[in-house]
């Protein structure tokens, strides 16, 4: 049996920390019960070394000849697909409301290091993208490593911006607004970093600079989000929605999609209705 130990937290670095761990769990169960690990193990193993070969060619035996043809903004273009999946993930859960909201540093020491977190998976992600492409981008565009680096922090920067501006709509808005919202405050960042790409890429000094800019802005951004009122709820919302997002996509994929419920009857489509409330024992009811 546990012991009251076992419950008491002396930060909000070991409740993180747990939140983590449980977070960890959940997406490795996901994994177990797509397949057993001996089936993970038969098709990791040739699917990394495959890959490591085709990497190794890329660079030793040259590029593909369909490589010549591809415009110089598929790279970028395919920088913002990665980009645009980037998302803040701030551990908050719906017990918190209970105690933990009334205790300010408490609640914005988890939510800051959730901030790290999530910008550090982002950092990781864009950099594996990144590493894909970097073939591409030294043989095909002719890149310098002063080039790809200053290319590599702008794509950083720039997702952890896209992140934190989706975040801030996200919690603060609902429904069409938020919709209407995230189409000019995340495109404008995104096209920016088109423009930037394809016309100053040869130009590592203004991507230093931009990528400054862009570093002050997330830090701004996180004051704003640290001081923010009003949006709890919000946020275990969009935190429950990011932490069953491969859920969501395994079961899309496993499981069919439910037909639609039937609104109007196979005779007399244009009678009018008997009830006015569409609720399922009202719908029993016309029926019988």
């Known amino acids: 049996m546990k012991s009251r130990r076992d419950y008491q937290f002396r930060g909000a670095g070991a409740l993180f920390w747990r939140r983590l761990k449980e977070y960890f769990r959940s997406q490795a169960s996901v994994f177990r019960s797509i397949s057993d690990w001996t089936v993970w193990l038969y098709?990791?193993?040739?699917?990394?070394?495959?890959?490591?070969?085709?990497?190794?060619?890329?660079?030793?035996?040259?590029?593909?000849?369909?490589?010549?043809?591809?415009?110089?903004?598929?790279?970028?273009?395919?920088?913002?697909?990665?980009?645009?999946?980037?998302?803040?993930?701030?551990?908050?859960?719906?017990?918190?409301?209970?105690?933990?909201?009334?205790?300010?540093?408490?609640?914005?020491?988890?939510?800051?290091?959730?901030?790290?977190?999530?910008?550090?998976?982002?950092?990781?992600m864009i950099t594996l993208g990144f590493v894909v492409l970097l073939p591409f981008l030294v043989q095909r565009l002719d890149m310098s490593t002063v080039e790809a680096t200053s290319y590599l922090l702008l794509s950083i920067t720039m997702g952890w911006t896209v992140a934190w501006i989706r975040h801030l709509v996200s919690v603060n808005y609902i429904g069409w607004r938020r919709t209407l919202?995230?189409?000019?405050?995340?495109?404008?960042?995104?096209?920016?970093?088109?423009?930037?790409?394809?016309?100053?890429?040869?130009?590592?000094?203004?991507?230093?600079?931009?990528?400054?800019?862009?570093?002050?802005?997330?830090?701004?951004?996180?004051?704003?989000?640290?001081?923010?009122?009003?949006?709890?709820?919000?946020?275990?919302?969009?935190?429950?929605?990011l932490r069953i997002r491969f859920t969501s996509l395994i079961l899309t994929q496993a499981v069919d999609k439910p037909r639609a419920t039937r609104i109007k009857t196979w005779m007399f489509r244009t009678s009018p209705y008997l009830y006015r409330s569409r609720s399922a024992d009202r719908r029993l009811a016309v029926l019988l």
């Open 43 to 124: 098709l990791l193993i040739p699917g990394v070394l495959l890959s490591a070969r085709l990497y190794y060619g890329l660079w030793v035996e040259g590029l593909p000849s369909f490589s010549e043809a591809l415009p110089a903004g598929i790279f970028p273009s395919l920088m913002l697909l990665i980009i645009y999946r980037a998302s803040i993930l701030l551990f908050v859960q719906e017990g918190d409301v209970l105690f933990i909201r009334m205790a300010k540093r408490f609640m914005s020491g988890i939510m800051l290091r959730g901030a790290i977190y999530s910008m550090t998976m982002i950092g990781i």
């Open 181 to 241: 919202l995230l189409i000019p405050t995340v495109g404008a960042p995104c096209f920016l970093y088109t423009q930037v790409s394809l016309l100053w890429r040869a130009e590592p000094l203004w991507l230093f600079v931009i990528s400054l800019l862009l570093v002050f802005t997330v830090i701004l951004l996180i004051r704003v989000r640290l001081k923010m009122q009003g949006t709890f709820m919000n946020d275990v919302q969009e935190d429950n929605k």
